[in-house]
T-cell receptor, first 113, second 112 residues
Framework: ETGVTQSPTHLIKTRGQQVTLRCSSQ?????VSWYQQALGQGPQFIFQ???????GRGNFPPRFSGLQFPNYSSELNVNALELDDSALYLC????????????FGPGTRLTVT | RKEVEQDPGPFNVPEGATVAFNCTYS??????FFWYRQDCRKEPKLLMS???SGNEDGRFTAQLNRASQYISLLIRDSKLSDSATYLC?????????????FGKGTKLSVIP
């Protein structure tokens, strides 16, 4: 077990709606990264939070935003959903100071219709 | 040019075969390298790190050539349970942040 959980497991939304995905990790995982994985592709880096501040971002528009909380949980928010946002969304947690290894959650599969 | 490129696959091999995956990366400042394994509809899981001297973990051997910006993974004596997608991953760290860049993945099917 990675100690990283995500909710919900699956989600169906309509184009133009907003969605919030959640991730929870164990104590000590002070860094969380979010990835988008479209079908047949590798995960694409969205952004990263360290101690509740965003400190890295991939090539995603501002309608993708996030939060990290003191209890090691995190949120990914996507506004104005588009059909191309349909993907598996993965969060990965890590103790930045001690290990390279990231622990992935099981992902949330988002379908936008 | 994509940041991390892998063999397109899929690879369909019989049990017991040896199979090799290749990967190239474009960012010469990349610091660490990994192979992840991803089972169908599951999250990626770290398979092994890749070191310049080459490293082995049981039936798996990983190699890195920094000059050529090339990474490889060799699987010997393939098992049915090796069937998965193998992701080449490049790690960069700097200015208090880091990023993992994933290849598209190569799908392996081991056939009885």
């Amino acid at each position: 077990e990675t100690g990283v959980t995500q909710s919900p497991t699956h989600l169906i939304k309509t184009r133009g709606q907003q969605v919030t995905l959640r991730c929870s990790s164990q104590s000590g995982h002070n860094t969380v990264s979010w990835y988008q994985q479209a079908l047949g592709q590798g995960p694409q880096f969205i952004f990263q939070y360290y101690r509740e501040e965003e400190n890295g971002r991939g090539n995603f528009p501002p309608r993708f935003s996030g939060l990290q909380f003191p209890n090691y949980s995190s949120e990914l928010n996507v506004n104005a959903l588009e059909l191309d946002d349909s993907a598996l969304y993965l969060c990965a947690a890590r103790d930045f100071s001690s290990s390279y290894e990231q622990y992935f959650g099981p992902g949330t599969r988002l379908t936008v219709t | 040019r994509k940041e991390v490129e892998q063999d397109p696959g899929p690879f369909n091999v019989p049990e017991g075969a040896t199979v090799a995956f290749n990967c190239t990366y474009s960012n010469s400042a990349s610091q660490s390298f990994f192979w992840y394994r991803q089972d169908c509809r599951k999250e990626p899981k770290l398979l092994m790190s890749v070191y310049s001297s080459g490293n082995e973990d049981g039936r798996f051997t990983a190699q890195l050539n920094r000059a050529s910006q090339y990474i490889s993974l060799l699987i010997r004596d393939s098992k049915l349970s090796d069937s998965a997608t193998y992701l080449c991953v490049v790690y960069w760290e700097g200015a208090g942040s880091y990023q993992l860049t994933f290849g598209k993945g190569t799908k392996l099917s081991v056939i009885p």
